[in-house]
């Protein structure tokens, strides 16, 4: 087992050559030649257990087919408008140009909406 990293821990397994070459179930298992034979099973924390129940479910399903729109938004704020680098130094420069991006978005956003309109 690996301990103390950021990956999950796994559980191998030994099995002894003598056996595999009279198994019945070897072809696709055990190759000619082998001098070990090792299968490993990943111990998943609960963290992951529950994630992976999650999307699972219907609520995530809806939740994802939702989410194209969301990125194409974050896209559009980070690439013409400059939001994937800081263009000054500091917290406060960050806001400033938080607030700026997102508003200049919103005022193209609402610009189109009244054009749709007319």
């Not at 002894?16 to 030649?33: A, L, N, S, T």
């Not at 994630?51 to 995530?60: G, K, L, R």
Request: charged content about 30%; aromatic content about 10%.
């Amino acid at each position: 087992r690996k301990k103390n990293q950021n990956v999950n821990q796994s559980e191998t397994y030994y099995f002894d050559i003598e056996k595999c070459k009279v198994c019945p179930m070897q072809e696709g298992c055990y190759k000619e030649g082998s001098k070990s034979k090792t299968y490993s099973v990943m111990i998943k924390s609960t963290e992951h257990k529950d994630q992976a129940n999650f999307q699972e479910t219907d609520e995530f399903k809806e939740l994802a087919k939702k989410r194209y729109k969301i990125e194409a938004k974050n896209s559009e704020i980070k690439n013409p408008h400059g939001y994937n680098t800081a263009k000054s130094a500091g917290l406060f420069g960050m806001k400033i140009q938080g607030a700026t991006t997102i508003f200049a978005v919103n005022l193209k956003r609402i610009l189109k909406l009244l054009n749709e309109k007319e």
